[in-house]
């Protein structure tokens, strides 16, 4: 029972401010998500990542650890999803991407924070950034069939990462006034992205539902299993391992879809995986926070 509850607490205010977002727009209410979600990318989530890194308490050699862990990780998800994609005969612009990455901004950082506390989102903030370099890189490439390596360096969030990081390094700090002024604006992301993605899914029309599910599922057990290998192999802290699993066991972000619309891929397609495994992830990661809490 007391596991139950634990659970409970975590994921309870991630799904009721998801869905806020959800039943303020199905009542018909303006929520210009393209406005909100260029404020906490440029700005917010930036913000988050550059003072969780710059006041994370985490130890260099488990930091190095964690991103290794993480970038093999997502190499090898990348590997074993294109084998599924061709095997399938899917489409790879389509389907390998939305397989790759997961929604590790709106549902991961908030989860890792009500699961592990301050520790938890350091490492959260860690998998998100390389994900999210992957994700503008790697990713784009994917889903546009060509390069987009540069424009990687003039997303503030890149920036924010290796700011950041360079901060980590050398043990330096902001002025406590500028700290908090970024502290507070940081604190504006998580809450923003949760309420965004409540609206994207309520506005988001699912296709070829029927494959949306076998994907879905075949995507989270792909991710956990491989996560869990991961982890395991580089025998990480149980705080860090936990985020490693958590974060990599995200359902498909939003992000897929609007790169999908604006690169010409199978957007609706992308759109049902984005739902099914999002509803999907309500089931789920009560279940696996189980297993790691």
Do not use: H
Request: a neutral charge; one cysteine or more.
């Amino acid at each position: 029972m007391n596991l139950a509850l634990t659970v409970l607490e975590v994921v309870a205010p991630v799904f009721l401010l998801a869905g806020l977002g959800f039943v303020w727009v199905r009542l018909g209410f303006e929520y210009r998500i393209q406005f909100v979600t260029q404020l906490a990318m440029t700005l917010a989530v930036p913000c988050l990542i550059f003072v969780s890194l710059m006041k994370t308490q985490i130890d260099p050699a488990a930091l190095t650890t964690l991103s290794l862990a993480s970038l093999v990780a997502y190499g090898a998800i990348t590997v074993v999803a294109a084998l599924v994609v061709w095997i399938a005969g899917l489409n790879r612009r389509t389907y390998l991407a939305p397989m790759i990455f997961g929604n590790t901004g709106n549902l991961g950082l908030p989860l890792a924070l009500f699961a592990f506390g301050e520790a938890g989102l350091s490492y959260a903030v860690v998998v998100f950034a390389i994900m999210a370099i992957l994700s503008f890189t790697f990713g784009i490439w994917l889903v546009a069939g060509q390069g987009a390596f540069l424009k990687v360096l003039k997303e503030p969030l890149v920036a924010a990462t290796l700011l950041g990081g360079l901060f980590l390094w050398q043990g330096w700090q902001t002025p406590l006034f500028l700290t908090n002024a970024l502290d507070l604006i940081g604190q504006m992301a998580i809450p923003l992205m949760l309420i965004t993605l409540g609206v994207a899914v309520a506005r988001l029309s699912p296709g070829s539902v029927g494959r949306a599910i076998w994907l879905s599922l075949l995507k989270l057990v792909l991710c956990v299993g491989l996560a869990w290998i991961v982890g395991q192999a580089f025998q990480m802290d149980p705080i860090a391992f936990g985020v490693l699993v958590l974060q990599v066991s995200t359902p498909v972000a939003v992000t897929s879809y609007l790169l999908a619309e604006k690169y010409g891929a199978d957007a609706a397609s992308v759109a049902g995986l984005v739902v099914v495994s999002t509803l999907m992830s309500v089931a789920a990661l009560p279940l696996i926070l189980a297993f790691l809490l």
